[in-house]
C-alpha cells in the first residue's frame, strides 16, 4: 500500500508560479511512474504530466512550456512547477502512482489561479 501526499496548492494571481509536491510513503517509490492530473469545477478529471520511473517526461498540450513535472526519488516526492498560471488553471490537483497492476492516488490540493 502506498500514500501519496499533496502539497504546494493555494490562491495565485494570473501570471504567478506554484510548486506542487506530492510524497510516498514506503520504499518503493523509484519504481513508480508518476502523474498528475487535475480536475476543474463542473469537468472531468484530466491529465497534466507524467515521469516515468526512468525520468522520461510527457505533458499535456494545454500545459506545455509552463508547467514541469519532475521528481527525486531520495526524498520520495513528484513535484509540478507551474508557471504563468491562467484562470483555466484553476482545479484540485492529484498526484497518481502507476506500476504493474498497482496504482494509487493522492487526495488533492486546490490551485485557485484569481486575481
Known amino acids: 500500500q502506498v500514500q501519496l501526499v499533496e502539497s504546494g496548492g493555494g490562491l495565485v494571481q494570473p501570471g504567478g508560479s506554484l510548486r506542487l509536491s506530492c510524497t510516498a510513503s514506503?520504499?518503493?517509490?523509484?519504481?513508480?511512474?508518476m502523474r498528475w492530473h487535475r480536475q476543474a469545477p463542473g469537468k472531468q478529471r484530466e491529465w497534466v504530466a507524467d515521469?516515468?520511473?526512468?525520468?522520461?517526461?510527457s505533458h499535456a498540450e494545454a500545459v506545455k512550456g509552463r508547467f514541469t513535472i519532475s521528481r527525486d526519488n531520495a526524498k520520495n516526492t513528484v513535484y509540478l512547477q507551474m508557471n504563468s498560471l491562467k484562470p483555466e488553471d484553476t482545479g484540485v490537483y492529484y498526484c497518481?502512482?502507476?506500476?504493474?497492476?498497482?496504482?494509487?492516488w493522492g487526495q488533492g490540493t486546490q490551485v485557485t489561479v484569481s486575481s
Open positions: 497518481y502512482a502507476y506500476w504493474g497492476g498497482q496504482n494509487y
Open positions: 514506503g520504499s518503493m517509490f523509484s519504481i513508480f511512474h
Open positions: 515521469i516515468t520511473s526512468g525520468g522520461g517526461t
